[in-house]
């Protein structure tokens, strides 16, 4: 036994020797190896837009329903729908209660109109038809933002679009939208997509945020975006059968908290549709399900104009971290293994932290206040029962 204890700690050195993370002694009692998370709240990364959900397709929302998502779970944006033949009442309401909140909206068109279609693309003498009539659709429903088309690499049905269109497109018209744009909601975050109008400088000025789904890639710095000052948005993902389920809530929750880690400034659930008993987050009478509670452990304490800080991304094995200040402290940790895990924090450059609240989702709780944890010498342990997620915040 003391042999393999050795064996292990030799191989903790080894992998972990060279950084600046302080080692924990290997205890007995978990079966888990102890790191230290390092939090520096003068080492800033990207500010956060909000954390966000979609409703098209989803009729419109009861208040019931908006009170949940936006006051009780905390999210702040609104993905709506564009519908091609301009029959967008539903939406137009959403985008009212999402306001009413202090939610913002983005809208986005999943069909392209066929007054503008050839085939199944946008020939080049529409482009400026097409954004015109975008800006209308941004007009008539209230949206404080737009993207420029869902999924351009997606069903031909819909219409496709390439990332020399979309460039043209944005050059042709972009102007005329009259909103702040984002593009270009790839299906895995492709940035094929993207990079030519990141690339041609007349196309990037007229756009503010880099925009993707993340269906089988795309969670990773998209560094050409972040060189050239625009902001990461990942606008529409969900993990089936997450709804009720704990351990789908934590790939979820994972997902989340990678994309804060790879400098992604807002997120946006799929979706709140109570007719998908897959992956909805609140149903029309209120009801939150796991998945929602999963979303509000984030966007509950993670406000618009926070930013994201240095810590420790996955200091313990199954342990995964991220940190913001602005406002107060806030730090979500996500512990996707069966066994919990005594986690030590340190805290640097943060001042007046006497104590952090704590509110936790797990299989049996759902972000439930569970009191607070004192903060000694910019300092702290906390122990993370298996397969959580656990939020500590200063208000």
Same mark, same amino acid.
């Given at each position: 036994m003391k042999f393999k204890i050795c064996v292990?700690?030799?191989?903790?050195?080894?992998?972990?020797?060279?950084?600046?993370?302080?080692?924990?002694?290997?205890?007995?009692?978990?079966?888990?190896?102890?790191?230290?998370?390092?939090?520096?709240?003068?080492?800033?990364?990207?500010?956060?837009?909000?954390?966000?959900f979609s409703s098209a397709w989803c009729g419109t929302l009861t208040a019931a329903k908006n009170d949940a998502l936006y006051n009780t779970l905390?999210?702040?944006?609104?993905?709506?729908?564009?519908?091609?033949?301009?029959?967008?009442?539903?939406?137009?309401?959403?985008a009212a209660?999402?306001?009413?909140?202090?939610?913002?909206?983005?809208?986005?068109p999943w069909k392209i109109p066929d007054a503008y279609r050839s085939g199944n693309t946008i020939p080049s003498s529409q482009y400026v038809n097409f954004c015109n009539w975008l800006g209308s659709a941004a007009s008539a429903i209230n949206c404080d933002f737009v993207s420029i088309k869902n999924e351009p690499d997606g069903s031909s049905e819909d219409g496709n679009l390439?990332?020399?269109?979309?460039?043209?497109?944005?050059?042709a018209g972009g102007s005329n939208i009259g909103k702040p744009i984002a593009c270009a909601d790839a299906i895995n975050f492709n940035d094929t997509y993207t990079d030519p109008t990141l690339n041609d400088a007349a196309a990037a000025a007229k756009i503010s945020y880099v925009s993707g789904h993340l269906y089988g890639g795309g969670n990773n710095?998209?560094?050409?975006?972040?060189?050239?000052?625009?902001?990461?948005?990942?606008?529409?993902?969900?993990?089936?059968?997450?709804?009720?389920?704990?351990?789908?809530c934590l790939v979820l929750a994972k997902n989340i908290n990678d994309c804060m880690n790879n400098q992604f400034s807002a997120y946006y659930f799929w979706w709140v549709n109570d007719n998908d008993a897959s992956v909805n987050l609140v149903n029309?009478?209120?009801?939150?399900?796991?998945?929602?509670?999963?979303?509000?452990?984030?966007?509950?304490?993670?406000?618009?104009?926070?930013?994201?800080?240095?810590?420790?991304y996955n200091p313990t094995p199954n342990v995964y971290l991220?940190?913001?200040?602005?406002?107060?402290?806030?730090?979500?940790?996500?512990?996707? +293994?069966?066994?919990? *895990?005594?986690?030590?924090? $340190?805290?640097? =450059?943060? !001042?007046?932290? +006497?104590?952090?609240? *704590?509110?936790?989702?797990? $299989?049996?709780? =759902?972000? !439930?206040?569970i009191g607070s944890v004192p903060v000694s010498?910019?300092?702290?342990?906390?122990?993370?029962?298996a397969k959580s997620i656990t939020t500590f915040h200063q208000f």
């Open positions: 292990i700690a030799i191989a903790v050195f080894l992998l972990h020797g060279c950084s600046k993370e302080k080692q924990q002694s290997v205890e007995n009692v978990e079966p888990q190896l102890k790191g230290l998370a390092s939090i520096d709240g003068n080492t800033y990364y990207q500010t956060i837009d909000g954390l966000g905390g999210f702040s944006l609104l993905r709506v729908r564009f519908d091609q033949n301009n029959a967008w009442t539903d939406e137009t309401n959403n209660a999402a306001h009413a909140r202090g939610a913002k909206v983005l809208g986005c390439d990332g020399y269109q979309i460039r043209d497109i944005i050059k710095v998209h560094q050409n975006a972040l060189n050239k000052g625009k902001r990461i948005w990942m606008t529409e993902y969900y993990v089936a059968n997450s709804r009720d389920n704990m351990d789908n029309q009478s209120g009801t939150i399900y796991k998945a929602g509670y999963t979303g509000g452990q984030f966007a509950k304490w993670i406000r618009p104009g926070k930013q994201r800080i240095a810590c420790t991220t940190a913001y200040r602005g406002g107060g402290l806030v730090i979500v940790a996500v512990n996707t +293994g069966a066994s919990a *895990v005594s986690q030590s924090f $340190s805290v640097a =450059n943060v !001042s007046g932290i +006497g104590s952090l609240n *704590v509110h936790r989702t797990s $299989s049996n709780e =759902n972000m !439930s206040s010498g910019n300092a702290f342990t906390y122990t993370l029962p």
